[in-house]
């Protein structure tokens, strides 16, 4: 899972161009499966059939999004300087003063107006320096709608810790290419759709669009989710390390308790660590996968995550190791 995360956090997903990405993801989930396919807001497709006979196979949706947040250039100032808005929650404070690169390879700062304090960073007071003289070189480089985003990184931590970003929501993405793996060769009864969703940080749209088109009749999104174990957190039982979270709520659902409980007496059963998730605030997929047709029973298996929507994001990879294994001991019961 290391080495799928380097390279995921390498390649730039914004929301609505996360094509780079899918492809990456459509080359390695290709062999996995029986059938890979983007829908029409791009999301990415993989099917894996089920060994149960026509008509007693159910429908399993396993979603993760692909996209991150980033930035849209809104103008080019005569200085050359450029001016951009967020593409998703985009936290400036931790943002500024670190590199950006764009899609055509172009690499600048996000820069903070001279004499902003901290807690009043926002859209309307950073720009991007690429080092152009003037407006008419700098337009050479970038022009309006082009989207650039905090530069990836990944690094390793004690044991099996790791921080960069955009680990929300690659870390995701890993989780299901590892399920994928574990089904190779032990193929469960239902067909499995693995779906790397679009444009969540934008509003959940790829998953609502692609439940809309599968029609699951079970779902589980795999995200990140907040912790309270850094320093100054809020009261949340979730910490780094403390295995896969199974949600019960957060800000956009509630998801189905029958489910929930399930999940963990069935890590129970395997010995696969895990923890209860209440996020405050926030939303996944799951909420965009519950409300699709007359409604789809879901959960949710989240990777608890330090610092999430800053330029360093850390997790620990045995929580989405557990969120792996538990899935896959779910789909064989």
Same mark, same amino acid.
Request: aromatic content about 6%; proline content about 3%; some cysteine.
């Given at each position: ?94 943002? %500024?003063? +670190? /590199? ?7 690499? $600048? &700062?996000?820069?903070?107006?001279? #004499? @902003? ?89 790829? %998953?609502? +669009? /692609? ?7 079970? $779902? &589980?999104?795999?995200?990140?989710? #907040? @912790? ?89 990879? %045995? ?15």
């Amino acid at each position: 899972m290391l080495n799928l995360m380097k390279t995921l956090v390498s390649v730039r997903s914004i929301s609505g161009f996360e094509k780079a990405v899918s492809d990456k993801l459509m080359m390695t989930m290709a062999p996995l499966c029986d059938k890979v396919y983007n829908d029409a807001l791009g999301s990415l497709i993989c099917v894996k059939n089920g060994t149960a006979p026509d008509g007693e196979r159910k429908k399993i949706m396993l979603v993760a999004h692909m996209d991150e947040i980033g930035f849209m250039v809104t103008m080019v100032e005569d200085n050359g300087f450029i001016r951009v808005q967020p593409i998703g929650g985009i936290n400036f404070t931790a943002a %500024a003063y +670190t /590199a950006v690169t764009f899609g055509n390879g172009t690499r $600048g &700062i996000l820069i903070p107006e001279l #004499g @902003t304090a901290p807690n009043d960073i926002n859209a309307s007071k950073v720009y991007i320096d690429i080092g152009a003289k003037d407006k008419k070189e700098a337009e050479k480089k970038v022009k309006i709608g082009d989207q650039c985003a905090l530069d990836g990184q990944l690094i390793r931590l004690c044991g099996k810790k790791i921080a960069g970003r955009p680990l929300d929501d690659r870390i995701g993405c890993a989780v299901l290419v590892d399920i994928a793996e574990k089904l190779k060769d032990t193929p469960c009864k239902d067909d499995v759709y693995f779906v790397f969703s679009t444009q969540e940080e934008v509003g959940m749209r790829g %998953a609502r +669009t /692609a439940a809309f088109g599968i029609m699951p009749d079970l $779902g &589980i999104a795999y995200d990140v989710t #907040g @912790t309270g174990d850094a320093l100054g957190a809020g009261p949340m039982v979730c910490s780094v390390g403390g295995g896969a979270a199974i949600k019960l709520k957060d800000s956009s659902l509630i998801c189905d308790r029958d489910f929930a409980d399930e999940l963990a007496q069935i890590a129970k059963a395997n010995d696969i660590k895990y923890q209860f998730e209440i996020l405050l605030a926030g939303g996944t997929d799951t909420a965009a996968m519950q409300m699709t047709g007359a409604g789809i029973k879901v959960a949710a298996l989240s990777i608890p995550t330090r610092y999430i929507h800053s330029g360093t994001e850390l997790l620990d990879l %045995a929580d989405a190791e557990a969120c792996a294994d538990l899935t896959v001991a779910w789909l064989n019961k």
